[in-house]
């Protein structure tokens, strides 16, 4: 992935705050409901959410910037401990072709020699694992461990993708993309494994993909486990008289009934219209009531809520002392 900062237009030095204006700002305009004709707005909608993840935590953006893990949150070769010299180090290289203060080779009985080399390379414990000779050298158990192979990589799909199931394409570090099923189900921090595209070495199996999966945020979807919570609007005579209104699901809208004096926060249940449970049932959905009151200055409205106040006065909040 590119550098986070440069994903999401801030500097260095930007201000948490910053950065979190910046990713809203990026998230709401590249999110896939917002570019339905736009194929390419998913991809960058997940680089987004990619690099929010690294400089968007104060952990990860101060590891980031020291340089200890890469722009994809992953961990960067620091050398060997101690500090020991590299294959691309002189000394190294002379040890290794007979050079000035070399030994008597890799399966010289004499003083010092390949296990001297690994001993100050990985220390003793691990060196005694190595094994030398004529027919070449290899690793025993307690020696060094193979290389990770494994990628990490997160992706990030909307609510209704989540339900669903979908097909998306991922990139990956290397530059590779791959298509990636999304099964029906997925839920927030769950991994997708693709065995054998992960990276490879000589001698090795081709490593793993491990892909995270997060969910974005919906625009008035509100996720809690396996229920969905949504704030449904009203209007002041909807909530008086009571009313049919029109309210969102995952499966498309339905008519809600209002009963007569429905105060604001009241809550109504469609049971089995939230997210799916893994045995097979889905969770509910919730509405909760926000009676809204016409925009701008309206003379009658005050008017006749000033006789209300004058003939029929009541205290709501009695109960609070």
Do not use: C
Request: aromatic share 6%; net charge positive; no cysteine.
């Amino acid at each position: 992935m590119r550098d986070p900062y440069e994903v999401l237009g801030v500097q260095r030095g930007a201000s948490a705050a910053a950065i979190k204006s910046a990713y809203r700002k990026l998230a709401k305009k590249h999110h896939p409901d917002n570019n339905r004709d736009d194929p390419k707005a998913a991809n960058r909608f997940s680089e987004v959410n990619s690099a929010n993840e690294i400089i968007g935590d104060e952990d990860k953006r101060k590891a980031f910037d020291r340089g200890e893990i890469d722009a994809d949150g992953k961990p960067k070769f620091q050398g060997f401990p101690g500090g020991g010299r590299t294959s691309s180090q002189p000394g190294f290289e002379h040890a290794f072709r007979g050079g000035p203060g070399a030994q008597q080779g890799f399966g010289g009985a004499g003083a010092g020699g390949f296990e001297d080399i690994l001993n100050s390379m990985f220390g003793g414990a691990q060196a005694r694992g190595a094994r030398g000779g004529p027919q070449g050298f290899g690793f025993e158990n307690g020696g060094m461990a193979p290389p990770d192979l494994d990628l990490a990589v997160t992706m990030t799909v909307t609510l209704e993708e989540s339900v669903k199931g979908s097909e998306k394409r991922v990139r990956l570090p290397s530059g590779k993309e791959l298509n990636v099923k999304i099964p029906a189900g997925v839920t927030a921090g769950q991994v997708i494994r693709l065995k054998g595209q992960g990276e490879s070495a000589p001698g090795h199996r081709p490593g793993d993909v491990m892909i995270t999966v997060s969910i974005a945020p919906h625009a008035y979807f509100k996720i809690d486990g396996s229920d969905l919570r949504v704030e449904l609007p009203i209007t002041l005579y909807e909530a008086v008289l009571g009313a049919k209104v029109r309210a969102p699901t995952l499966s498309g809208a339905v008519e809600l009934s209002i009963p007569k004096n429905t105060s604001s926060g009241r809550t109504f249940r469609l049971k089995g219209k939230g997210l799916p449970k893994a045995a097979g049932n889905a969770g509910d959905l919730y509405f909760i009531t926000r009676v809204m009151l016409p925009d701008g200055h309206d003379a009658e409205l005050e008017a006749l809520m000033e006789k209300w106040r004058d003939d029929k006065p009541y205290n709501p909040r009695s109960d609070l002392g």
